[in-house]
């Protein structure tokens, strides 16, 4: 089930609620009880490595990359 964020139109409330698809769009605020909420575009975390934004740090020849350790590829 996703957590979706909302913006309350009413009371500009910010929130997040975990609702299922099918149900998205029932969401009301917490503040002020209004079911007049916007749903947000929000960023997600993962776990996959392939989406991930980390990028290795470039290789100086030697087999651990970092050249300045005791791995013996000097």
Do not use: W
Not at 17 to 25: F, G, K, N, R
Not at 29 to 54: I, W
């Amino acid at each position: 089930m996703p957590i979706y964020e909302y913006l309350c139109e009413t009371c500009e409330t910010k929130f997040e609620e975990l609702v299922p698809d099918s149900q998205a769009s029932t969401a009301r605020c917490p503040k002020c009880g209004t079911r007049e909420v916007q749903r947000l575009l929000s960023l997600f975390a993962t776990n996959n490595a392939a989406s991930s934004s980390y990028s290795p740090p470039k290789s100086s020849g030697h087999a651990c990359g970092c050249g300045s350790c005791s791995c013996g590829s000097h």
